[in-house]
């Protein structure tokens, strides 16, 4: 049998937040902690050694500063990447994606690998909309979450104003669990855990845990019990809070119990404070993961259909139950063991800035790309036991046949590359031997065949031509691997007989385009009169659909006007606090707009696109 923990002992958390939060530095500091290593921000630890959705670039932790400050500079993530730690017998999965707009697939398929997210919110730069909308998202799909303050050794954070920010902007679940407590040189020295209240001293650098001072008492007495009343008020058993505000003692235990069910639940939404640099909060949070985050098997499980699209019976997290492996995303590089504080690969700097750059320009040499057919995919196992001797695996969809999945025998590692001899209901690990590029995402056995349902992810807006001087063949066979393993992109031959790349934006299509084999020549996207009803030429229209929350509408509009739309109209989404806006423009004027969207909006704008009737149309 394996040594892999039962699904109850997993977990798995993606980290969100806007670019230069302090996302990697967190995993980092977690990662140490739990590994009982210094904490130094200088040297990150622990990143697994591949990559998905939208990059080609290996992770590279970040050089060291030549700074007096403890924080190297700021490297932006461009690749989703999985921490695997252990904290009190338990294993957490750290999930650290990208925060660029334009790497979205990382982002989806770190939502869906995820059982929980954890917003990470600078305490200088506050909140941004894209990231209000992201909460609103896992708040839609019932995702439990938790939020930490970080930069808090800077002179300008403040907890306090941090926290009544995220209550103002993502609502009243949101409670403070923490008050961080300043030494003289108000460095943060200790927390006040709001719970117990109980005082957590890190001034020996380890967490010291005992009872309050009166003084201390007194300073969070109202934080206490708006954090009780926040915990009780959604409790199942009503005759707590009534007790509770009768002045009844209520149990530690029972505390405890609700709080954790509370945030299960998603009614409550806790904020810690961490400073990675000294690790004060490091074990607090880890505490949070493991006590109060869900399992696998302690969240919904997930809809399954027969291929003939009728309803199966859900999935559980069950190691008995029939298989059914979800396919999250082709990853590359190899599935070496994680590099732990590995020296940095040599490649090329970040990519110079979108602007001024040309996009092929500083492709780095040292590349390494994986041969399409080695590429091991990041699977999530729904249910079943996947094992090295399944021979009979298939991938379905819908109203479609059956599609063998074997390329070769399949190699079984966990999420951060060791060899494992199986992988189990509840576990993220990676497969090598599934045949390549496949777009279903469900693997099951040919006897049992299941599907699992997805929602369906928008086509990529932004269109990018390209040249090869090995000819458009070469270059469509070079695309098709990566494209394959990217939701979020798409390869066409247009119209115009030009090879377009459909990416989330310019950022998105350079990541795809870094390290191809073949050389890779960025043109004009041309836009040639298509013939209309009448035989004559017209100029090209795309129909657009954009979806933003209605502040920004005016906004949209108004950039919309100055492209020749022929009509523009707004209306509400009725599901969604979303206005839509329609039109149609000529597809010169939508090359792009994608970037011209996420300015505009904050990068709140969903961009839809499909082509228009070539005659002028009314809505
Ligand atoms: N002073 C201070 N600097 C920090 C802290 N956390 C992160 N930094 C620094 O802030 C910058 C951004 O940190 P990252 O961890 O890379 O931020 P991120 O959220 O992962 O950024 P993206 O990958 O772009 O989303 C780096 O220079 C870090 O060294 C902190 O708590 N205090
Ligand atoms: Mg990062």
Redesign the pocket.
């Known amino acids: 049998m394996t040594d892999v923990p039962a699904a109850g002992g997993l977990r798995h958390v993606v980290l969100v ?10 995993v ?1 500091a977690l990662v140490r902690r739990a590994r009982g290593l210094a904490a130094a ?1 200088t040297r990150p630890v622990a990143r697994a050694g591949w990559s998905v959705a939208g990059s080609l670039l290996p992770l590279r932790p ?1 050089a060291p ?1 030549p700074s007096p ?9 461009t690749a989703l990447a999985a921490s695997r730690l252990d904290h009190r017998g338990t294993q957490v999965t750290l999930l ?1 994606v ?3 707009l334009e790497l979205t697939g990382a982002l989806a398929v770190g939502l869906r690998a995820a059982d929980a997210a954890l917003f ?1 919110v ?1 305490g200088i730069d506050g909140i941004s909309p894209r990231l209000v909308q992201l909460w609103e998202q896992c708040e839609s799909d019932e995702v439990p979450r938790a939020l930490v303050i ?5 002179p300008r954070a403040e907890f306090d104003e941090s926290v009544a920010l995220c209550q103002r902007l993502l609502g009243e679940g949101v409670q403070p669990l923490q008050v961080p407590l300043h030494a003289e040189d108000d460095s943060i020295v200790g927390l006040i855990d709001l719970l117990g209240p109980h005082l957590h001293d890190w001034s020996s650098g380890e967490p010291a845990v005992r009872d309050p001072d009166l003084e201390h008492l007194q300073l969070v007495e109202g934080l206490h019990a708006d954090l009780v009343e926040a915990v009780l008020a959604g409790s199942e058993d009503e005759s707590l809070l009534d007790a509770y505000l009768d002045e009844e003692p209520l149990e530690p235990a029972v505390l405890a119990r609700e709080f954790t069910s509370a945030v299960r639940r998603g009614a409550l939404q806790p904020v810690l404070a ?4 000294s690790a004060v909060g490091t074990q607090e949070l880890l505490d949070l993961l493991v006590s109060a985050f869900p399992a696998p098997s302690d969240v919904p499980p997930a809809v399954l259909t027969h291929p003939d699209g009728s309803p199966a019976e859900a999935s559980r997290v069950d190691a008995t139950g029939p298989l059914v492996v979800e396919l999250l995303a082709a990853v590359d590089e190899g599935t070496g063991p994680p590099c732990v504080a590995a020296p940095p690969p040599s490649v090329a700097a970040t990519p110079p800035s979108v602007a001024t750059a040309p996009m092929i320009e500083g492709r780095p040499s040292s590349v390494a790309t994986t041969a399409p057919s080695d590429a091991p995919y990041l699977v999530r196992i729904r249910s079943g036991i996947l094992r090295p001797s399944d021979q009979a695996l298939v991938t379905a969809r819908p109203g479609a046949e059956l599609v063998a999945a074997h390329a070769a025998d399949l190699q079984l590692h966990d999420v951060v590359g060791r060899a494992v001899p199986v992988l189990v209901a509840g576990e993220l690990g990676l497969v090598h031997g599934l045949v390549p590029g496949q777009a279903w995402r469900t693997l099951s056995l040919a006897e049992e065949p299941l599907v699992l349902a997805f929602p369906a992810l928008p086509a990529p807006p932004h269109p990018t031509a390209l040249e090869s001087a090995a000819g458009p063949a070469a270059l469509l066979r070079a695309l098709m691997p990566v494209v394959g393993r990217d939701p979020t992109a798409r390869l066409e031959e247009s119209v115009a007989g030009q090879v377009l790349l459909w990416s989330l934006g310019e950022r998105h299509a350079r990541l795809l385009l870094t390290g191809l084999d073949v050389d890779v020549r960025v043109v004009p996207v041309s836009t040639p009169p298509v013939p209309g009803p009448d035989g004559s030429p017209h100029e090209p229209y795309s129909a657009i659909e954009v979806h933003v929350p209605p502040v920004y509408a005016r906004t949209v509009v108004s950039l919309l006007a100055s492209r020749r739309p022929r009509w523009t109209r707004t209306e509400a989404a009725p599901a969604e606090d979303l206005t839509v806006v329609l039109t149609e423009l000529p597809d010169a004027e939508t090359l792009d707009l994608s970037a011209a969207l996420a300015a505009a909006s904050y990068g709140t704008a969903l961009l839809l696109r499909s082509p228009a009737r070539p005659q002028p149309g009314t809505p």
Do not use: C, K, N, W
């Open positions: 937040g806007h670019p230069g939060a302090g996302t990697t530095t967190l980092d921000a970040p500063s400050s403890p924080f190297p500079s700021h490297r932006p993530t650290d990208p925060s660029d990470v600078s970080t930069q808090l050794d800077q961490v400073v990675p640099g």
